[in-house]
């Protein structure tokens, strides 16, 4: 981390950098012209109303949707000319917003395929499950709180739990950068909490971006939260500035 | 290989062979037209497509026998009965199917795929023990006989024309149909959201299961539009199934004028090919270039880019 | 006992069966020529072997697995048939010392495609890398392109009837609609003796039971995990750093290569190959002795293959008509009503009581009863 972004001399070592990030499907510009930064270690939080296109920025991030124009940059790497496989290795981890897992394997082979080794086909082939693998899928599995289902098959955890072995695939991977779409929507109160508490162990020694529509649980982990409006950024700040900005207010409460 | 013809010959010969792509082209429309229906909008493969077109046909040889047999002072018209024979009976058994089979399939399009081959495997035998192994055509009424003339050298075959004329028709009809009436609107709604279709009281099976006997009605009329202009065998729809389904996906699945553009194209492609190489080969080669081209460009020639 | 070692355990002993049933119980009850027969059918197992772990694992459905058996088999004869095309057997031709369907089409020298089929080391490594090669570049325009499904079905599908109808157009090359016919020796050793297809029958079982093993090794390796997870939720996986198309290119060749011995071997015990196994017809039918066996059991494929042929021989036999009524049933039925196949049955049916007779508990097989692939 020493290079700094030339657009932006101010602040020194960004670990993300979006800038004038466009796309547009048919016409319809579904993020326009988007620029912000994220700061190594810092909490981000993409708030917004239905369709202003938070969950198409992480799509863009990852390289799931390639953008019409703009830039997106990694520890100064331009992720919008990498695939998918390759952003991934960089450091950026993603969580879909419907719990995404491997119904027909175990809990342990879902996090063990997670594990940063053995990605290419000889690789693969060769893959040996040895004390390191066994050791640390144990580890996160405890952290995630399914140390005692590691032989479970994945299609019979409940909801919540889906979404602790998803968020617990991303950390097996260890990213830089962890993106988070919803966390999370769907669940009890009790899972709700347990998922706070999971998250702001994890957010330690890496940043983070969640989308999330939950007010009292981005109150509590936000360091800075973006309002997306219709693609474009309405009000970005802390979380006291941002629920204080009347353009805020305006869209969420109405006309 | 231009020796020996002179300036106007040619022309005729290229003027003759741009007709025979155009009932080509119309042969392709008429069969692509029901299968784009179904894969288009249902998203569902149906191997048994051109079994469904030779039902027509061999409705059409049926109904022909029929009025020679008891009306022949009608023969001139037989052939209009016989198309709607066609559509009804094909449009019931595709209901009918859909009933018993594709609708439980609906999310495994691959094993959707295997079950319609069987389909046709056992509606091929049934062609075979009921109307025999061997081809059958059907005789033309005398107004579809014949050619007219254009030129000294040029001159086109009525029923080829008759064929050409009918393919417009049953296109604007299913345009009409898709685009311009509620049904059409109710159809494209279900593909497009079915939960919120059947939530704003469309009955998404009924759309189902008519949207599926629509497309085998189409290949029943396809068929029955065959036997202007070649005789039908048990076995002759398996022949046409690669071409129609590369025809559609070429086509871009979801567009009706995409598939009608592809037919063209890939008509046009294979029957100038034919002029200048073996049957086998111009086939061969045109099937080769639509694949590359599907290589390159997956999602069809004629899509808009949307999101996924 | 860990379930994996469990599971590893039970699986041997199905290939020990397996290998028990081919080479000792069928040698011993059945005549030379039923033998054979048994051959010929086990030459299909190859694809369906290939297509469980293609189709059943990793949910990528080919409908064009007839054109590398046809490779294979292909390369085969071609080798065959030039041992068979010396100077001095073809010397009433009027080019010595060619296959002789190329002289009946005036073609008056090698084609230059043949000539290194003139070696037997050249042959074999073609029957194997031909069709892996050829899948190499389907799959590699396809995969990267993300075509999969429906499409890459549709797709394999025009290339069987591409290839069938090149094969049958340029008979001075292929022998045409008839195949390579009349092949007699392998470096000098007859094939058509009754003893030379008895040795071939345990060459090719001995080959099916090497290719068994093969694929149980990669689907227990990770890469076999990573199959089912991007049948799944290929997203997730390639969201978890991996090249989802190469794994998928990895598969898909690995199966060709296997058809394309199974060509092979097809072409030794049968003594010809022809158009009529490359096909779309063939090739489908290919699918159903998967699908009959179980789509997610490779030993199940090979017992599915058996039956599927012995019941086309004998119905073909007695009731030609009804065969195809009965084999479009056979699809039908295979996918509404045991979408698992005999292994879906064997294990819902046979293994509990077997369980209870052996006073085990049965262990939770992790492939047991997944939804049929999309």
């Avoid at chain 1, 496989?85 to 969580?95: F, L, M, N, S, T």
């Avoid at chain 3, 890459?152 to 022998?175: D, K, R």
């Avoid at chain 3, 158009?275 to 490779?298: C, D, K, N």
Wanted: hydrophobic content about 50%; overall charge neutral.
């Amino acid at each position: 981390m020493n290079a700094t972004p030339i657009s932006d001399q101010m602040a020194p070592d960004f670990l993300l950098a979006v800038e004038g990030l466009t796309v547009s499907f048919d016409g319809f510009k579904a993020v326009d012209d988007l620029s912000f930064y994220v700061d190594e270690n810092e909490i981000r939080v993409i708030i917004g109303p239905n369709g202003a296109g938070k969950t198409t920025v992480l799509d863009l991030i990852c390289g799931r949707t390639r953008a019409t124009s703009g830039s997106v940059k990694f520890k100064n790497t331009e992720l919008t000319k990498l695939k998918e496989y390759e952003i991934v290795r960089a450091g950026v981890g993603r969580k879909f917003q419907n719990p995404s897992i491997y119904d027909d394997l175990t809990v342990f082979e879902n996090l063990e395929i997670s594990y940063p080794r053995g990605r290419g086909v000889v690789g693969a082939l060769a893959f040996k499950r040895d004390r390191a693998v066994k050791e640390r899928v144990e580890e996160v599995a405890q952290t995630i709180f399914l140390a005692d289902l590691l032989d479970q098959r994945a299609e019979f955890l409940s909801h919540g739990q889906k979404q602790w072995l998803e968020i617990g695939m991303l950390l097996i991977q260890d990213p830089e950068l962890l993106m988070l779409d919803e966390p999370v929507a769907g669940m009890s109160v009790a899972e709700r909490k347990k998922t706070a508490e999971l998250l702001n162990r994890i957010i330690k020694d890496r940043s983070v971006i969640v989308i999330e529509h939950d007010m009292k649980f981005v109150e509590d982990i936000a360091h800075k939260v973006t309002v997306l409006h219709q693609g474009k950024i309405l009000s970005e700040g802390t979380m006291a500035k941002v629920q204080a900005d009347p353009k805020v207010i305006e869209v969420y409460l109405g006309h | 290989m231009f020796m020996g013809y002179s300036l106007g010959e040619l022309g005729s010969i290229f003027a003759m062979q741009a007709f025979a792509g155009l009932i080509l082209f119309s042969v392709f429309v008429l069969m692509s037209l029901g299968l784009a229906i179904i894969f288009g909008q249902m998203g569902v493969i149906n191997m048994a497509h051109g079994e469904f077109m030779i039902l027509g046909a061999y409705m059409t040889y049926l109904t022909s026998q029929l009025f020679q047999a008891y009306l022949p002072s009608l023969n001139g018209i037989y052939f209009f009965v016989a198309m709607a024979v066609a559509f009804v009976v094909s449009g019931a058994l595709g209901m009918l199917v859909e009933w018993s089979m594709i609708r439980f399939l609906y999310k495994r399009p691959l094993d959707t795929l295997l079950a319609t081959w069987g389909l046709s495997l056992i509606m091929q035998q049934a062609f075979r023990s009921i109307f025999g192994a061997r081809e059958v055509g059907v005789e033309l009424p005398d107004w579809m006989m014949g050619s007219l003339p254009v030129t000294d050298t040029i001159e086109v075959q009525i029923n080829g024309l008759f064929v050409m004329g009918l393919t417009t028709l049953i296109a604007a009809a299913v345009y009409l149909l898709m685009f311009r009436s509620r049904w059409g609107l109710q159809v494209r709604a279900v593909v497009q959201n079915r939960t919120m279709a059947g939530a704003v009281g469309i009955s998404t099976e009924r759309i189902d299961r008519y949207t599926f006997g629509l497309g085998c009605g189409i290949a029943g009329i396809a068929g029955s539009a065959f036997t202007m202009i070649g005789s039908t065998g048990p076995t002759a729809g398996q022949l046409y199934i690669v071409d129609t389904f590369l025809v559609v996906v070429f086509g871009g699945a979801a567009s009706l004028a995409g598939t009608i553009a592809s037919a063209f194209t890939i008509s046009q492609a294979q029957s100038t090919m034919e002029f200048f190489m073996s049957g086998s080969m111009a086939k061969v080669l045109t099937l080769l270039v639509v694949v590359g081209i599907l290589m390159l460009r997956p999602e069809g020639l004629f899509v808009l880019k949307v999101r996924r | 006992m860990t379930p994996a070692f469990t599971l590893r355990a039970k699986d041997l002993i199905g290939v020990v069966i397996l290998a028990l049933l081919l080479a000792v119980v069928l040698p011993l009850v059945l005549d030379p020529f039923r033998l054979n027969m048994v051959g010929k059918y086990l030459t299909y197992a190859f694809v369906a072997v290939g297509l469980v772990l293609c189709w059943g694992n990793a949910g990528i459905l080919s409908l064009g697995q007839g054109v590398f058996f046809g490779l294979g088999g292909y390369c085969m004869a071609m080798y065959l048939k030039l041992q068979a095309s010396t100077p001095e057997a073809t010397k009433i031709q009027s080019t010595p010392g060619i296959p002789d369907f190329m002289d009946w089409n005036q073609i008056t020298q090698l084609p230059f495609f043949w000539v290194p089929f003139k070696s037997l080391g050249f042959s074999l490594l073609a029957v194997v890398l031909v069709p892996a090669l050829f899948a190499l570049v389907l799959a590699f325009a396809l995969f990267k392109r993300r075509v999969g499904g429906v499409y890459f079905a549709i797709i394999t599908q025009a290339l069987a009837a591409i290839m069938t109808i090149l094969i049958v157009g340029q008979q001075g090359y292929t022998g045409g609609i008839n195949g390579i016919t009349d092949l007699r020796t392998l470096q000098g050793w007859d094939i058509r003796t009754d003893s030379a297809k008895f040795i071939l029958y345990f060459v090719n079982v001995t080959l099916l039971i090497g290719a068994i093993l093969l694929c149980q090794f990669v689907r227990r390796s990770k890469l076999g995990r990573i199959l089912v997870a991007m049948r799944d939720k290929e997203d997730r996986v390639r969201f978890s750093g991996y090249d989802v198309a190469s794994f998928k290119i990895f598969v898909f060749c690995f199966a060709a290569a296997l058809a394309g011995v199974g060509g092979a071997m097809f072409t030794l015990q049968v003594g010809f190959m022809s158009p009529s196994f490359v096909g779309i017809t063939p090739s489908i039918e290919m699918v159903i002795y998967t699908a009959v066996g179980g789509r997610l059991s490779l030993l199940g494929a090979v017992y599915g293959t058996l039956l599927v042929n012995w019941a086309k021989t004998s119905f073909s036999e007695s009731f030609p008509e009804l065969w195809l009524f009965g084999l479009g049933g056979l699809f039908i039925a295979v996918v509404l009503l045991f979408p698992n196949g005999l292994a879906g049955l064997y294990r819902s049916y046979v293994e509990p009581r077997l369980g209870a007779l052996f006073g085990r508990k049965r262990p939770a097989a992790p492939d047991a009863t997944p939804a049929p692939a999309e």
